[in-house]
């Protein structure tokens, strides 16, 4: 087997999804062997004192792929609501504007309370129940 190589698109943002110990997995536009188009991927690398060394990973072989992970991780549960909402309001006008104008659209306003209630009675949002209290602990 050759050696290979990668680059990742400097023009792109890098982020880390995932990391435990010395182990994260990192989500980058990679280009391999200098060879065709970034593609955006998600590796896993390992930190030790020379540096990090890349394991393995996928890379998505269409522009629709990391599209169709995002609806399939939201429609499995996966994102704290609060933290979504937060990030369309900061960078996706797009996304609010489409809940906006389904809201507008709603005429039914008990589906709009069974929204409310279900964000209340969700078990990702962050509750201050459910924080805890050092000192009683330490009692």
């Known amino acids: ?55 393995k990973g996928i890379s998505f072989l269409t522009d629709n792929g990391p599209h169709d992970l995002c609806h399939a991780l939201l429609e499995d549960g996966f994102g704290n609501p609060d933290e979504i909402v937060e990030l369309a ?21 008990t589906k709009i309370d069974e929204y409310i209630d279900a964000y209340k009675n969700s078990s990702t949002k962050e509750d201050e129940d459910d924080m805890y209290d050092p000192e009683e602990i330490l009692e």
Do not use: C
Request: proline share 1%; aromatic share 14%.
């Open 89 to 109: 309001k900061s960078g996706r006008s797009d996304i609010m504007g489409a809940f906006a104008k389904y809201l507008a659209d709603e005429t039914d306003n």
């Open 1 to 55: 087997m050759s050696d290979f190589t990668y680059e990742i698109d400097e023009n792109s943002p890098v982020h880390v999804v995932d990391e435990r110990g010395n182990v994260y997995l990192q989500m980058a536009k990679y280009k391999w062997n200098g060879k065709g188009d970034f593609k955006l991927g998600i590796r896993q690398f390992y930190s030790n004192a020379e540096g990090d060394r890349l394991g």
